[in-house]
């Protein structure tokens, strides 16, 4: 067994040192010599190239484009909406001077006192600022809207305790602007989004959701209502995997944004915004991962199917490698990403252990015996299961076969969310749940900000959100003894 | 015809406030509330995208994968290699606090005197130094070699004149950053490269480019050699459209990263960067352009072909815009980007402006009689001549005409530059043809940085590049007299 996976910390020893060891072992992302800030690792970057391919496409099927809004924010565009303020202007990176000169002593650089700017600039932790500010010049009339913008982007927020994608001081993401000429519109846009995040997450990271609407404490800084996508970690911890706000008419007082409508009158915008960001990197690892490395779903992975010969000297090494590589050409035409690996200074089981490691979904193996009968070894990463079948057909079979592994995936991920989803009536009950069997707790709030407060003080648990197709049932909060129309999802989160 | 087009400066009038108004009209890009900062409108951003996904094709075919390092970098990195601090450690934007707090006052918020950090950040003008850094851990023996990567990011430059997509304070870019085991495979990967570049602008932008080393002083800080591709716009200066660099040991070095050969020695290991920016769109619409609007070669506009109904009346516009779908389809089907426009609340008039304005390739019209004859008019942007065929067969039609265009618009470019062209024995002559009829001036050059710099303080001219296929000629300085090779490169530049 190769050396890198001996070192990986198991699930059930250290969940969180699991977590980081996969992620620098699996070549994914790793810390920089920045504080909070990751450097994002070929083998990670390919996966959120993927993420980020097929996220755009999904955006532009529904009608979305894509431009570009500086990095910094002038320091006074905080302050124009109240709540905003509040929420983003505090931690964050502030650019101050723009020069740099050769210390008069001689050593290294300094700053330049008399480049000092004249109003500090912002890196953008979040860019509605800087956009409404901009959309003011683009809009004037009912017909220049509605505008439906993305942006790809870093952005920077000044996290004190980071971890590798699910919390860094900067990180990469989407960030979706747009601007309607109703509230009802606007509407209908916050909640396309927040299904087109969900569509994804489940679709192709194989990871099963939960839609609702945060509470008012939990609200985006500005927004009017929050919608979020809920999952659940394999230690029972809920992680916030997208959001999309509905920003009312705020944005649009704040930068005067007003537009003449159709019957000639002037009133302000709706807006809307919505961003998922390289913190899904993390959801993906910790949903679906094992003791022994990544567990990739087929359709993220950046190579689906790797073929490693067996073999005993050079001359097998050839005949075995060319059969492996007429199987990649046939799983290349029906649009699988492969990868033969015939390097002749690794062991076998050494390469096993690095794919397994890497998360690749299917394992072919030829050996010699194989060679003569015309078989081939199937394994596959996600039940970590093997058997032996004839090379006829063998693609069409390998092809269906990272279908099935796709929706296993799911449907493993969707079990265990299931088995750890509990209803729960009384508080001691609650508590018991969640430190005995962690996970998404159903209970009933009477919506008020102080039972709400009081819980995340006394169990650490926060209602991840109000979901949207929770039924209608009777019920009183737990704390307060008030009444409840409906259950709403409290868990311990990332 | 159109509003916006009336308005739109002539080349001949002020060439500089010609594309200016292009940029902007076109709705390419525009100035941000942030200074030197633009925005990149959707459908400047639509171009960028193109081209990104073209280059970012090529890099990976030719072995290459991404990743991404920090954005900040801390001060003291700059200091580590000696030319390389001199060239960027200037006009810098600097991180020095982490946080905003409420004025006092009660106005608005101001950055925290206590959150000061202890090394100042640097926003990345660009990465050799943090990429260099992180290496160091990567790299430790043969088998570590080569790394290719590249980097898809945002990059900020304090510069103090800014033009939309020429020169801005933060502009995007792709940097490619590779380390090898020698001397000679880096070199390679600067040619290899460079020669990427060049396929990428003459084959995708249309626009014939000069490959040739930069001279000393023109030199990346901290490279042993620059090639660059060096292209002519329509008013006679050259723009610097990509470089390549070999940077020897000097960052192996400066972040001491060694590693271990075959057999078995210690050595510091042999990088190359090389990247291209958006100043790529500036190419792109100087050099082909005119006083209608944008030329957009065809591989790179985002809808190649737009379709309108002349109409009277309801009915025809139905009947009309029915047929322009179904030919909208089988282009499509060809793989061809199309966009049937049927506002009914605009005059065609001022729709053929509008797209002659924003350089779409190609318009067809059909109107009654073409309805009835079974015609179409075909009108091409590059020559903006017409001609009216039939219906028949007119996706292929059109398929084969966006490829002559795409050719065609290259050739005039080539016509420019070649007429353009001239060389030079005396600096009398030298002067007059920079002022007489701007371009490139093939001229003997001693070679030394005295006769470069009297050039450049008393003309403006600078040596753009020694073209790698300079035949052998024997000649003298124009201005020293001393004997010289091979003619290089000069021009005024952007």
Redesign the interface.
Known sequence: MAKELKELTSREENYSQWYNDLVVKAGLA?N???RG??????YG??I??KMQRALDDMFKATGH???????????????KEAKH?DGF?????????????NDPSGS??V?DPDARLEE????RPTSET?IW??YK?WIQSYRDLPIL?NQW??V?R?EMRTRLFLRTA?F?WQEGHTAHATRQEAIEETERMVRVYQDFVQNWMAVPVIIGHKSESERFAGAEDTLSIEALMQDGKALQAGTSHFLGQNFAKAFDVQYTSREGQLDYVWATSWGVSTRLMGALIMAHSDNNGLVLPPRLAPTQVVLIPIYKGDEQLKQITARLDEIAGELRALGVSVKVDDRDNVRSGFKFAEYELKGVPVRLVIGPRDFENGTIEVARRDTLTKEVRSQEGLAEYVKNLLDDIQDNIYQKALKFREEHTVKVDTYDEFKRVLEETPGFVLAHWDGTPETEEQIKNETKATIRNIPVDAPYEEGVDMISGKPSTRRVLFARSY
């Open positions: 790793e920089s010599a920045v800030c990751m450097v994002i690792k070929p970057y390919a959120w190239e484009v894509n431009a570009y809004f500086p990095l910094f924010i002038p320091k006074s565009f905080f302050s303020v202007a505090k931690e964050c990176a502030v650019v101050t001077h723009y020069r740099l000169m290294g650089v700053v500090e600039l912002i890196v800087i500010n901009t010049n913008v982007a870093n920077v000044w900067e990469l």
